[in-house]
T-cell receptor, first 113, second 116 residues
Framework: ETGVTQTPRHLVMGMTNKKSLKCEQHLGHNAMYWYKQSAKKPLELMFVYSLEERVENNSVPSRFSPECPNSSHLFLHLHTLQPEDSALYLC????????????FGSGTQLSVL | AQKVTQAQTEISVVEKEDVTLDCVYE???????LFWYKQPPSGELVFLIRRNSFDEQNEISGRYSWNFQKSTSSFNFTITASQVVDSAVYFC?????????????FGSGTRLLVRP
């Protein structure tokens, strides 16, 4: 148990659906991250939030829309996705966005049909 | 550009064997951090170690040890007397500074299978 909880664990959606991934951390951390892990690529950073402010958008398409309402919660809103967006989406948190270690959730395995 | 290379895609060993996972990195920064993470079948990445670029001392933690060689830009990870529970994907990572935070550049991972 890393203290970072992601829901749902699995998600299947059509290309026209809208869905959201949720992440919650119980560690009192101030920075939260979304990473994408696909079968054929290394882990890719998508977004970084520090103190609820987005500090990094790593050239992610607009069909992915993050939201950080408070320092404990992070969402990833999905709409009109493509089959190539199928991947494991991992949420992580850290104390303050510096070089300390990341704590990861178990991820949401997303399949886009 | 920052880059992390884990040339071994998959390694299979028999329990109790020692195994070394290789990691080679590229960076122009003089100050940087290196990490190893373990990803068991459950999916979450688990932090194993962080090493800063000024500390070249090797580290040992139980059956795990790390060999940082700045001269060859390598940060290799050895598991001694491997166990079935060590089966996982292992990622090496390098920190890269952003405007107001850092991000980790991950290698492609090495899948370790420890057979009974």
């Amino acid at each position: 148990e890393t203290g970072v909880t992601q829901t749902p664990r699995h998600l299947v959606m059509g290309m026209t659906n809208k869905k959201s991934l949720k992440c919650e951390q119980h560690l009192g951390h101030n920075a939260m991250y979304w990473y994408k892990q696909s079968a054929k690529k290394p882990l890719e950073l998508m977004f970084v939030y520090s103190l609820e402010e987005r500090v990094e958008n790593n050239s992610v398409p607009s069909r992915f829309s993050p939201e950080c309402p408070n320092s404990s919660h992070l969402f990833l809103h999905l709409h009109t996705l493509q089959p190539e967006d199928s991947a494991l989406y991992l949420c992580a948190s850290s104390q303050d966005g510096s070089n300390e270690k990341l704590f990861f959730g178990s991820g949401t395995q997303l399949s886009v049909l | 550009a920052q880059k992390v290379t884990q040339a071994q895609t998959e390694i299979s060993v028999v329990e109790k064997e020692d195994v070394t996972l290789d990691c080679v990195y590229e960076t122009r920064d003089t100050t940087y951090y290196l990490f190893w993470y373990k990803q068991p079948p459950s999916g979450e990445l688990v932090f194993l170690i962080r090493r800063n670029s000024f500390d070249e001392q090797n580290e040992i933690s139980g059956r795990y040890s790390w060999n940082f060689q700045k001269s060859t830009s390598s940060f290799n990870f050895t598991i001694t007397a491997s166990q079935v529970v060590d089966s996982a994907v292992y990622f090496c990572a390098l920190s890269e500074a952003l405007d107001s935070s850092y991000k980790l550049i991950f290698g492609s991972g090495t899948r370790l299978l420890v057979r009974p």
